[in-house]
């Protein structure tokens, strides 16, 4: 299934027993079996919902100013994304894609 990321926002953490939907790298996961991680009041709420890509490149739980999203992640972030991405690809069931998702805005 092709998702855009309007689409997402409806999986957040406001649903306490629905999906969590969050996209990383292009690819869409249903997080729920780690809602309390992801859920209300979870260390990575933020991510529910969202394209999680630059919050796990980064390591950062704040969202970026418009400017900061301008700048490519550097070696070091890429290499945090690709860790991220395959512990959350190994435990969570990948339910999509993300619609317009660019790979070489993260490719090593």
């Known amino acids: 299934e092709v998702w855009q990321e309007e689409e997402l926002n409806a999986y957040d953490v406001t649903d306490e027993k629905g999906p969590i939907l969050m996209s990383v790298k292009g690819d869409v996961f249903n997080v729920w079996k780690g809602r309390n991680f992801y859920g209300p009041g979870g260390e990575y709420h933020i991510m529910g919902g969202k394209d999680a890509t ?19 992640l550097n070696i070091a972030e890429r290499a945090s994304l690709e860790a991220w991405y395959w512990t959350i690809k190994n435990k969570y069931q990948q339910v999509g894609r993300l619609e317009g998702y660019d790979p070489k805005s993260t490719e090593m």
């Open 54 to 72: 630059r919050f796990l490149a980064k390591n950062r739980l704040e969202e970026e100013s418009d400017d900061e999203r301008k700048v490519e």
